[in-house]
């Protein structure tokens, strides 16, 4: 599988994610590449949301990490790429994480598998106790 | 052993032609100025400030190395750069301007160490020249990494005010009340929002309360929960809330994150609630 490669306008820097400001951040940078990459707002506005979700998780249930927002392309394809890494208790059940409506939290658990619906692809890599990465794209 | 030789002598040209060196340090000032800066500081005051940054490092120098500007022989020194740095942002100035002030001692300075020494030992002199521009170097990072510390309070005070921005509830009609949310909605403003509204539902004893979020730009799930419980805190309170502003793009997100609204009240605009408002208050909105 070819890899995305991540083009010159969209260079991913890291956005650390320590408190709930940075989470404002992730969702402009989020929006920023969004727009250039070319969606319509709608979109945009799905990729932020998703963007928000995915960066509040790290922050919650990861105690923290990164993200890094980029635009990718691959042959004609051209979409936004984001990636969230934490080093927290990762996660046991990936497949009940997804489920609506699971939450350790207190929230509506709605966040992971909300996100994955509005995006293309998301890959939870998490191994319990030394943190979880998701993968996230979002075709045009 | 060679530095405080370098001190020394640093130090001996700096008291022996100190008039000298304050004439020629802001002609050479003056003489790199932009109009502008000119016009931002006088000639007496910017001669004062030489004179008195001059004063500061002949004293320091006394007393301390001149390679260690965190020993407290240089607190002096630091602490009226500092104030110079803030003062000249606020003025306007630039980083690089207020760090160009204290460089352009560096010329002026050089001159009178070459020609206090001229055919001395030239090695000695390099060294010289090489300890103040590396002391000079680290003073006028100094003014700069002030300068970035003040505009991140700057940042950090706006960002505290920004919490603090009262969200109003307006009282559209006798027993209708609307509070508009504008930003962000997932910090602590969220329970700053929630009272006031309650607050008011109970000082007006209004009915109805519509939350208007045209200017709420993301509402993922921890938004909407917010918003949820606001409505379910309303609703404890005998009043209604119906949500206004739902835009088409927030409508769809709101579909895709799986978010259930229930039977919470939602409007695509606030003249669209505000007119059922009125409606179930029994007025009719065409008269009215």
């Keep these: 599988m070819p890899q995305p490669r991540t083009d010159s306008e969209g260079g991913a820097l890291r956005i650390e994610i320590a408190e709930g400001q940075d989470v404002v951040q992730v969702r402009q940078r989020a929006r920023e590449k969004a727009q250039a990459a070319g969606f319509t707002l709608t979109e945009v506005t799905k990729i932020v949301t998703a963007a928000s979700e995915l960066a509040r998780n790290t922050l919650e249930h990861g105690g923290g990490g990164w993200a890094e927002v980029g635009v990718v392309a691959t042959g004609v394809r051209r979409g936004v790429r984001m990636v969230f890494h934490d080093e927290g208790p990762g996660i046991a059940d990936v497949d009940q994480a997804l489920r609506d409506g699971f939450t350790t939290g207190g929230g509506l658990g709605l966040g992971l598998g909300g996100s994955r619906r509005l995006l293309s692809e998301l890959t939870i890599d998490s191994v319990p106790g030394r943190g979880t990465t998701i993968v996230a794209v979002r075709w045009k | ?288």
């Design chain 2, 1 to 288: 052993m060679r530095m405080a030789v370098s001190t020394n002598r640093i130090l001996k040209v700096m008291e022996s032609s100190q008039i000298q060196l304050l004439a020629d340090w802001v002609k050479a000032l003056r003489g790199t100025a932009t109009a502008r800066s000119s016009s931002l500081i006088s000639d007496p005051e910017l001669q004062a400030q030489c004179q008195e940054l001059i004063t500061l490092l002949s004293t320091a120098l006394r007393n301390a190395r001149l390679d260690a500007i965190d020993d407290p022989a240089w607190e002096p020194t630091r602490e009226y750069l500092a104030g110079l740095s803030r003062s000249r942002g606020r003025q306007g100035f630039s980083p690089t301007e207020t760090a160009m002030f204290v460089l352009s001692l560096k010329e002026p300075l050089f001159a009178h160490l070459r020609r206090a020494f001229a055919g001395d030992n030239e090695v000695q002199l390099l060294l010289d020249v090489w300890e103040l521009g590396k002391l000079l170097d680290m003073l006028a990072l100094y003014t700069t990494e002030v300068h970035q510390q003040a505009r991140e309070e700057v940042i950090r005070r706006q960002t505290e005010e920004m919490l603090e921005l009262s969200t109003p509830v307006i009282r559209l009609w006798d027993g209708i009340l609307a509070m508009p949310l504008i930003g962000t909605l997932d910090s602590s403003r969220t329970q700053v929002v929630m009272e006031s509204l309650l607050e008011q539902i109970v000082a007006t004893r209004s009915p109805i309360a519509i939350l208007d979020i045209t200017g709420v730009p993301t509402v993922d799930t921890l938004t909407a929960q917010h918003l949820l419980k606001t409505v379910a805190a309303t609703r404890l309170m005998g009043a209604e809330c119906i949500i206004s502003g739902i835009r088409p793009q927030i409508a769809q997100t709101i579909v895709h994150l799986g978010v259930e609204l229930g039977d919470v009240i939602t409007k695509a605009s606030l003249a669209d609630a505000f007119r059922l408002a009125l409606k179930k208050l029994g007025h009719n909105p065409a008269q009215a």
